[in-house]
Nanobody, 124 residues
C-alpha cells in the first residue's frame, strides 16, 4: 500500500505558476505509475498528467500540454506537477494518484490509491 499527501495548492493570478507536490509513504514508490487528476465544481474528475515508474515517460491532457510538467523523485518518494501560465479554467481540486497494476493507467478508475487533494484557484 501507499499513502499520498498533496501540498502546494493556493491562490494565484492568471499567468502565474504553482508547483504541486505529492509525498508518498511506503517502501515501493518506484513500482507505482503516478498521475495527477483534477476536479472542478460540478464537473467530473479528469486526467491531467502521468509519469512512468522510472520518470522517463510522461503524458499530458491536451488542455495542459506545454504548460504543465510532471516529474518524480523516487529517492524522495515524491511526484511533482509544475504548473505555468495558469488560467482560470485550471481552477480545481488537484489529486495525486498511484497505480501498480497497469503500465499506462488513464481513467480515474484505473488508479488504486489517492491523496486527499489540494485546491488550486486561478483568478482572472
Amino acid at each position: 500500500q501507499v499513502q499520498l499527501v498533496e501540498s502546494g495548492g493556493g491562490l494565484v493570478q492568471a499567468g502565474g505558476s504553482l508547483r504541486l507536490s505529492c509525498a508518498a509513504s511506503g517502501r515501493t514508490f518506484s513500482t507505482y505509475v503516478m498521475g495527477w487528476f483534477r476536479q472542478a465544481p460540478g464537473k467530473e474528475r479528469e486526467f491531467v498528467a502521468r509519469v512512468s515508474r522510472s520518470g522517463v515517460i510522461t503524458n499530458y491532457a491536451d488542455s495542459v500540454k506545454g504548460r504543465f510538467t510532471i516529474s518524480r523523485d523516487n529517492a524522495k518518494k515524491t511526484v511533482y506537477l509544475q504548473m505555468n501560465s495558469l488560467k482560470p479554467e485550471d481552477t480545481a481540486v488537484y489529486y495525486c494518484a498511484a497505480d501498480d497494476h497497469q503500465e499506462t493507467p488513464y481513467y480515474s478508475s484505473d488508479y488504486s490509491y489517492w491523496g486527499q487533494g489540494t485546491q488550486v484557484t486561478v483568478s482572472s
